[in-house]
């Protein structure tokens, strides 16, 4: 028994492709629901779309503090774990839900394999960083999106055990695009906005306001409840809403999203996830987070980094914008992969007798 602990959307695109090929080589598997996301829209939905079961359990630990999901999914997933007994854990990303799934099994010493190890910020203050390094550290084994995270978690002491697979987030795109036709029509700038940080202040809000309101072009940003939520309380709703060029829309499915992804010229986001599916998606990204994400991408002037609160910054920024364009016929670097990361990872349990 395989047991894939999940609890948010990138996690969620991350567990399909590895479900899939571990369902085509007959192992038994068993999909453990955090309950961390919880909007239909923002869980559910995804599970359809991307043509996997249901969860089996479903922990439904909701928001909260880092300490409340996290203990909440621990309580959760270790009566859980001791009752399936599985033979190896799966855990993904960087999440509250990943840490609890690292602490937990281990303790019960069940075999760990982390999915999108290796990955560093560089910035322990930023919550999913401390998430990452602790779930690394207590996995079996590392799947690595791209190389620079292999040589991170080599010169943790980890090296032994970390692997180039690619980013499987990449073989889930490829096999959502392909089956997309692109529609000629208006390119737009495609925003996300969720982050803690962008959040939890009135006065990060409105600089986010300010730099937005300077964008040429219509924008489409599916919102977030927790944003909504923090506009609205902040009395900045009808702030946003008075932008002309904004069309703000319920929360997405995937299918949706890589839909308008491939009819953006420009993506302005905060999440890790979205800022690397820009450069599958052939769109490139101005990220609202001070964090180290991505390098190769930024090294290369695919993502720019942009702090709302810094003039300057804004300023290269809407620069950065106004000369942003698709780039569909672009042949990219293969620093994320040939799109075929789930065989690879199957492969590697296989090799060292993990499943």
Not at 67 to 94: F, Q
Not at 152 to 162: L, N, P, R, T, V
Not at 322 to 338: K, L
Request: aromatic fraction near 8%.
């Amino acid at each position: 028994m395989i047991a894939h602990i999940v609890g948010n959307r990138p996690q969620f695109i991350k567990l399909a492709p590895l479900y899939r090929e571990l369902q085509n080589r007959n192992y038994e598997q068993c999909i453990i629901h955090s309950g961390q996301h919880y909007d239909t829209n923002l869980s559910e939905i995804f599970f359809k779309e991307l043509d996997i079961p249901s969860p089996c359990i479903n922990l439904m630990v909701g928001s909260g503090t880092h300490a409340e999901i996290t203990s909440g999914a621990m309580l959760g997933l270790e009566k859980e774990l001791i009752r399936i007994a599985p033979d190896l854990v799966i855990i993904y990303g960087d999440t509250d839900t990943t840490l609890a799934g690292a602490l937990v099994a281990s303790k019960l010493n069940i075999p760990i394999a982390h999915v999108e190890g290796g990955a560093r910020s560089h910035h322990k203050e930023n919550p999913e960083e401390c998430n990452r390094i602790v779930a690394d550290h207590l996995s079996d084994i590392l799947f690595c999106p791209d190389k620079i995270s292999v040589e991170y978690a080599k010169a943790e002491g980890m090296g032994e055990k970390s692997f180039w697979t690619g980013d499987i987030m990449y073989d889930t795109f490829l096999s959502v695009a392909s089956k997309k036709d692109k529609e000629a029509g208006e390119e737009i700038i495609l925003m996300t906005w969720h982050r803690q940080e962008n959040t939890e202040s009135r006065a990060r809000m409105e600089s986010i306001i300010r730099f937005i309101q300077r964008l040429e072009g219509k924008i489409v940003c599916p919102m977030h409840p927790r944003t909504k939520k923090c506009l609205k309380s902040f009395g900045l709703w009808e702030d946003i809403q008075s932008i002309n060029n904004m069309n703000i829309i319920e929360p997405v499915g995937y299918l949706e999203m890589i839909s308008l992804m491939q009819t953006a010229r420009l993506i302005v986001t905060d999440s890790g996830g979205v800022s690397k599916e820009s450069f599958f998606a052939g769109a490139k990204c101005l990220l609202m987070v001070d964090l180290d994400l991505w390098d190769d991408l930024v090294k290369t002037g695919w993502i720019f980094k942009v702090d709302p609160e810094s003039r300057e910054s804004v300023d290269m920024a809407i620069t950065f914008a106004d000369n942003a364009a698709r780039t569909d016929e672009v042949s990219y670097p293969q620093y994320y992969g040939d799109g075929h990361a789930a065989e690879k990872m199957v492969n590697l349990l296989e090799k060292y007798s993990l499943i």
